[in-house]
């Protein structure tokens, strides 16, 4: 690919993908790579503004995939800015589940909260084998925002869904894989390896049928109802519970939900 793209310092292109892969590498490692709003619409131009010839799209994150949502704009408590941040990584999630390329999620260290989101929404996971991937976000009195409550349920149905997010449980990568939620456990630190080693093949292959292929399966989550999801979480982040637990999080202290 000889095509420049217009993106952000937290996130990156590895310019040694082989011809026809996209490999996106979020770069913000100081915060475990946690989305904050630039990041996300980093994220989503990156893969809107795909050179022509795009054929596959590898995300990952180094040795630690990604922690989910940026908690200091949950904790400066500006609802304006939360809601922009949601709404962006609601945008975001459903571009990496339409795009119509095949999607590859490396994952090496944990994918939390909108970490997991975003693997959830990519057509195959490869992790390595010490990864951890898990919602939980009602430890702080919240609910997963960005499509998580939706896409698990139809990955997995809805009574594992309720028990990995209300107890907030951390799914190790076997585990995971036995779910259905990772396709491939590789040793850790191979996970963007065999990523790499998935995109060639499908780079070889049909674009349109891979294409049609996704739109078909995706069909079954297409009409959940991630709208009434995110206003869910944005009633919450006003709640008693949500205000407590974001700041016990801030403040590295046990939450005190039964005040």
């Keep these: 690919m000889t095509e420049t793209l217009t993106i952000g310092e937290s996130v990156t292109v590895d310019p040694e993908a082989a011809e026809g892969v996209l490999h996106v590498v979020l770069n913000r490692p100081r915060k475990r790579n946690a989305f904050d709003l630039d990041m996300v619409r980093s994220l989503t131009r990156t893969i809107d503004a795909r050179p022509i010839g795009t054929r596959v799209i590898v995300l990952s994150g180094g040795s630690f995939f990604c922690a989910g949502a940026d908690i200091s704009v949950y904790g400066r408590g500006d609802l304006g800015e ?136 995706s069909n079954a989550e297409r009409a959940l109802a991630y709208s009434d999801e995110r206003a869910t979480l944005m009633e919450l982040f006003t709640s008693d519970d949500g205000v407590e637990g974001v700041a016990a999080f801030v403040e590295k202290r046990p939450a005190d939900f039964r005040r």
């Design 82 to 217: 939360i809601g922009e941040l949601t709404r962006a990584a609601g945008v975001l999630v459903e571009t990496i589940a339409t795009v119509p390329v095949p999607v590859i999620a490396a994952v090496e260290g944990m994918a939390l909260g909108g970490g997991f989101e975003v693997a959830l929404a990519a057509d195959l996971v490869v992790a390595g084998d010490t990864a951890e991937l898990g919602l939980p976000e009602v430890s702080l009195g919240l609910i997963p925002g960005w499509g998580g409550t939706q896409r698990l349920t139809a990955q997995v149905g809805a009574r594992k869904a309720k028990q990995l997010i209300m107890l907030g449980q951390r799914l190790p990568a076997a585990e995971a894989h036995a779910l259905g939620l990772v396709n491939e456990v590789v040793p850790a630190g191979t996970s963007r390896d065999r990523a790499n080693e998935l995109s060639a093949i499908l780079a070889g292959s049909s674009a349109s049928a891979l294409a049609a292929t996704k739109d078909l399966v």
